[in-house]
């Protein structure tokens, strides 16, 4: 299938810091990019996401980001709190238009 | 309202044993997932029907089959269970406007060993 990159895979900051995770996708006519949060043991869920004809979007602390000519968009967390410490995973939608592309994830941790 | 639900939470098989994953939705979404979750592997889609009467391959279908049984609910099977599948497996379900999906919603998974 088409690939979706992220980087890093684990990054760890300080409280108050901010965090910024990225995503590459390989599918031009990918137009549906979420992000999703998993604490351990637990489901994924959304927290944000963006479309393809919007460049940034923004809730609170979290904001997305969309580069549709160099196929890559990416996830800023600004002051960092212990509770932002879990899995994020960015994702593309693939051609077919239904279904999603999913990065491999990338582990935040966040020390006070 | 409960969103996805899925059965059982866990399930310990032995190789070439068979069974079914259940899934069910009751936000009237037209589309439903299958997705297996493996350390460092993120998500991989299994099998996702985009609605009621359809199923199509996703990027790791090899050893399972789907069945959309209604609108709400859609199971996976495992016909003869090998150590490799092995996984936490995740239904989701999502509304589609014309060609264009939206978000989608997760059940609790189900944490499936294959000895």
């Known amino acids: 299938g088409e690939n979706v990159e992220q980087h890093p895979s684990t990054l760890s900051v300080q409280e108050g810091d901010s965090a910024v995770i990225k995503c590459t996708y390989s599918?031009?006519?990918?137009?549906?990019f979420p992000w999703y949060k998993q604490e351990l043991g637990k489901r994924p869920q959304l927290i944000i996401d963006?479309?393809?004809?919007?460049g940034e979007k923004k809730d609170q602390r979290i904001a997305v980001t969309l580069n549709k000519t160099a196929k890559h968009f990416s996830l800023h967390i600004t002051e960092t709190q212990p509770e932002d410490s879990a899995v994020y995973f960015c994702?593309?939608?693939?051609?077919?238009?239904?279904?999603?592309?999913f990065g491999k994830g990338t582990s935040l941790l966040v020390t006070p | 309202n409960a969103g996805v639900t899925q059965t059982p939470k866990f399930q310990v098989l032995k190789t070439g044993q068979s069974m079914t994953l259940q899934c069910a939705q009751d936000?009237?979404?037209?589309?439903m997932y299958w997705y297996r979750q493996d350390p460092g592997m993120g998500l991989r889609l299994i099998y996702y029907?985009?609605?009621?009467?359809?199923?199509d391959k996703g990027e790791v279908p090899n050893g399972y089959n789907v069945s959309r049984l209604n609108k709400r609910e859609f199971s996976l099977r495992l016909e003869s269970a090998a150590p490799s599948q092995t996984s936490v497996y995740f239904c989701?379900?999502?509304?589609?406007?014309?060609?264009?999906?939206?978000?989608?919603?997760f059940g609790p998974g189900t944490r499936l060993t294959v000895l």
């Open positions: 599918d031009s006519a990918s137009n549906y």
């Open positions: 029907s985009a609605s009621e009467g359809t199923t």
């Open positions: 963006i479309r393809s004809n919007v």
């Open positions: 989701a379900s999502s509304e589609i406007i014309g060609r264009r999906t939206d978000t989608q919603y």
């Open positions: 936000m009237n979404h037209n589309s």
């Open positions: 994702a593309a939608s693939m051609n077919s238009g239904y279904a999603l592309n």
